[in-house]
């Protein structure tokens, strides 16, 4: 079975670091590249961070750049979203997603077709 | 405030015909594709529509994309007490790089 399974998740006071994982597990995870995309209590998605399958490639949104840093390791097909500096508005189901394969062989990089069920983070002090 | 702008809200009765509008701008939908996905109370978001049109395999073809301009739209026919839940509309955004932008979701009641 396809997986995408979060943990790490927690409670943590502002300015404090949090290190989230992902495991994957039922696809060739190194084929792939990955997301986090959070949401906030009672509000949309919002896209976090990328990074592509050989890690060459990493994108941040605006509002963690310089905060987050998200790395994989492909030999334990595992992905990882560091946290460093956590705001109160970092307070959000943290999910990691995987880029979309279609069966012609095209992969859809801005489209995200497994999920993981999520792991939240709250920043309170 | 989202990039992409959605409806808050949308309700049709079942059996039903209901679209939900997703408006951007030349930068991310006048560019680029739209997904769409849904979310059902409590779970993880699921892909429904990708590439403006076309439909994972196990998505019924009840659900429907379409692109025009900067704007993008969901219909989905047949309405099912089973599809009431959150819609997401997204799309590269060229402006920033390597960024993909959400509309801020419509919530869909089955009356």
């Known amino acids: 079975e396809v997986q995408l399974v979060e943990s790490g998740g927690g409670l943590v006071q502002p300015g404090g670091s949090l290190r989230l994982s992902c495991a994957a597990s039922?696809?060739?995870?190194?084929?792939?590249?990955m997301n986090w995309v959070r949401q906030a209590p009672g509000k949309g998605l919002e896209w976090v961070s990328y990074?592509?399958?050989?890690?060459?490639?990493?994108y941040y949104a605006d509002s963690v750049k310089g905060r987050f840093t998200i790395s994989r390791d492909n030999a334990k097909n595992s992905l990882y979203l560091q946290m460093n500096s956590l705001r109160d508005e970092d307070t959000a189901v943290y999910y990691c997603a995987r880029e979309y394969y279609d069966s012609s062989g095209y992969y859809y990089t801005d489209a995200f077709d497994i999920w993981g069920q999520g792991t939240m983070v709250t920043v309170s002090s | 405030q989202s990039v992409l702008t959605q409806p808050p809200s949308a309700s049709g009765t079942p059996g039903q015909r209901v679209t939900i509008s997703c408006s951007g701008s030349?930068?991310?939908?006048?560019?680029?594709?739209v997904n769409w996905y849904q979310q059902l109370p409590g779970t993880a978001p699921k892909l429904l529509i990708y590439s403006n049109n076309q439909r994972p395999s196990g998505v019924p073809d009840r659900f429907s994309g379409s692109k025009s301009g900067t704007s993008a739209s969901l219909a989905i026919s047949g309405l099912q007490s089973e599809d009431e839940a959150d819609y997401y509309c997204?799309?590269?955004?060229?402006?920033?790089?390597?960024?993909?932008?959400f509309g801020g979701g419509t919530k869909l009641t089955v009356l």
């Open positions: 030349s930068s991310n939908i006048g560019s680029n594709t």
């Open positions: 997204a799309a590269w955004d060229d402006s920033l790089n390597g960024h993909v932008v």
């Open positions: 039922g696809f060739t995870f190194s084929s792939y590249s």
């Open positions: 990074i592509s399958s050989s890690s060459s490639t990493i």
